[in-house]
């Protein structure tokens, strides 16, 4: 049977989830509005999964806290803000949306992929001087197309799975072979679906094409950033498949890092991603 | 393994590897055992007054050598198709060293 085209597949994308309220509650103090500190904490509390995963990672010896932090509220006043809704928005991805079960797919060393890349563009901003949460947001959302073409094309999606394999090429490509499109494209209109940023929904739509992505945006930070979770191996022991992207060099030039930044940015994501692992469940 | 040294934390490397969890007055834990330390987490050790770190002694030469060649040969093979590209040459190169010395 002939894949779904674009168009269809984009229009089965209205069909998924809506993000849950209280992610949207933190885009929307991301964003400035005015919100206050108290609700936010109590909303986000009202949520036990959430909860309980973002006070592990809080908890964790990344924060080095002289005592253990007991409420979503203690845990914005000792942590901070910024780093409880960056770790609010990645559980309430992870738990938003449903468990996927397929034959050559493991949904664990997706999530861990994503938290790898976000946890690396995280690491990335200081040096590049971007805006971190932002950052965070669009890695870990930057493969989120992937996870809507298999849970909406599970036959198609398998039958990428298995040229990927038998061909040894990026999943990627796989997907432009046989849809003729990959899941950038699609995470892009899942993104704007649920009223993501402009500069979010570019990062995804071109992160493996950063030339094409809006100047000044965040594309090349997570074009990097993939990578950099790839060859750390953050989605697994080390004992499984994997390949490196292919890097646009006018990309990686543009980012401007020198060998000690890029050291510095390296130790930064493997310290965080191990401290961010209770996240996973 | 061999007995953990004690050692002054001024003395500390990054990347070392703590022997035993690192605690205050209370007892409570402020780093784990088996963490592998950070210039930052050396700079709050510090700022919290802690002298003496229990450190896992380096591992023998030839230990070490089979686990750079693992680690190098996980790296080659992930890099397998773009390791000649002009944008992937530092990354391959900082990534090499980077988990040869953290071992990860």
């Known amino acids: 049977m002939k894949p779904p085209s674009l168009e269809e597949m984009i229009g089965q994308v209205q069909k998924l989830p809506a993000m849950p309220a209280v992610a949207i509650e933190v885009l929307q103090s991301m964003a400035g509005a005015d919100i206050d500190i108290d609700t936010l904490a109590r909303h986000i509390s009202q949520d036990q999964v959430i909860t309980a995963r973002v006070l592990r990672v809080a908890n964790s010896p ?29 559980a309430s991805v992870m738990s938003g949306l449903p468990a996927i079960h397929s034959p050559g797919f493991s949904q664990n060393r997706f999530w861990r992929h994503v938290l790898g890349t976000a946890v690396a563009a995280q690491a990335l901003a200081s040096p590049l001087k971007r805006p971190p949460e932002a950052l965070f947001l669009a890695g870990l959302l930057h493969d989120i197309g992937r996870l809507a073409m298999l849970v909406l094309y599970p ?26 499109y990959d899941h950038s494209e699609v995470g892009a209109a899942l993104a704007q679906r649920w009223n993501f940023p402009a500069e979010i929904v570019d990062a995804l739509a071109w ?9 000044g945006g965040l594309a090349g930070i997570i074009h990097y950033a993939d990578a950099i979770a790839h060859a750390l ?6 004992n499984q498949p994997g390949q490196m992207p292919s890097l646009d060099q006018d990309a990686v030039s543009a980012l401007g890092l020198d060998w000690d930044s890029l050291n510095a940015v390296l130790a930064e994501t493997r310290a965080r991603f191990d401290s961010y692992e209770p996240l996973l469940g | 393994m061999n007995a ?10 990054p990347g070392a590897v703590l022997a035993a969890p690192v605690t205050d007055g209370a007892g409570a834990v402020l780093l784990p055992a088996g963490l592998s330390l950070t210039a930052a987490h050396l700079e709050s050790l510090q700022r919290r007054g802690i002298g003496m770190l229990a450190i896992c002694p380096p591992e023998d030469p030839e230990a070490l050598a089979r686990q750079h060649e693992k680690i190098r040969a996980r790296v080659m ?3 397998r198709h773009t390791a000649d590209e002009a ?6 190169h900082a990534v090499l060293a980077f988990r040869q010395a953290s071992g990860k």
């Not at chain 1, 191996?233 to 080390?238: A, H, I, T, V």
């Open chain 2, 77 to 79: 093979y992930l890099f």
């Open chain 2, 87 to 92: 944008g992937s040459q530092a990354l391959l």
């Open chain 2, 4 to 13: 953990p040294l004690i050692q002054p934390l001024d003395e500390t490397l």
């Open chain 1, 155 to 180: 036959e198609d999606f398998a039958t990428v799975l298995g040229v990927a394999a038998a061909r040894d090429c990026r999943l990627e490509d796989a997907e432009r072979s046989h849809f003729g």
């Open chain 1, 207 to 215: 992160h493996h094409r950063p030339a094409q992505g809006m100047p």
């Open chain 1, 62 to 90: 990344f924060y080095g806290l002289q005592s253990r932090v007991g409420s979503i509220h203690d845990a914005i006043v000792v942590v901070g803000l910024s780093a409880i809704r960056s770790l609010v928005l990645a």
């Open chain 1, 233 to 238: 191996d953050l989605d697994q022991d080390g």
